[in-house]
């Protein structure tokens, strides 16, 4: 994997057969801004013409955020705790369902 924006975005381009021309009709940048952040010469990208670039390359936004050096948040512990959330309320609905279809009979 290509270890600066640049290469990463270069690489992509490459493996999706497009011209810098063509990269701007898929992404609405400038072919003048991609090409700049091909080559490093754009050190701080706009976040909002990555999401384009990342739209339209069809790619990761987190992964190009994460790339230019933004800070990305670690979803990693919210997601566990949704899981545990989520295993204690299907514990309680299946707990409610057996006491209603016991106190039925």
């Known amino acids: 994997m290509a270890t600066t924006l640049g290469d990463y975005l270069a690489s992509t381009r490459g493996q999706l057969k ?15 801004y991609i090409s700049q952040l091909e080559s490093g010469q754009i050190q701080e990208p706009s976040p909002k013409k990555l999401e384009s670039i990342a739209d339209g390359y069809g790619v990761s936004y987190m992964l190009l955020m994460k790339l230019a050096g933004y800070r990305v948040p670690d979803h990693t512990t919210e997601v566990k705790t949704l899981r545990m959330q989520n295993q204690k309320l299907k514990s309680k609905i299946e707990n409610a369902a057996e006491a209603l279809s016991g106190g039925g009979a």
Request: net charge neutral; aromatic share 0%.
């Open 18 to 32: 497009l011209t810098l021309r063509a990269a701007e009709e898929k992404t609405g940048v400038s072919n003048a």
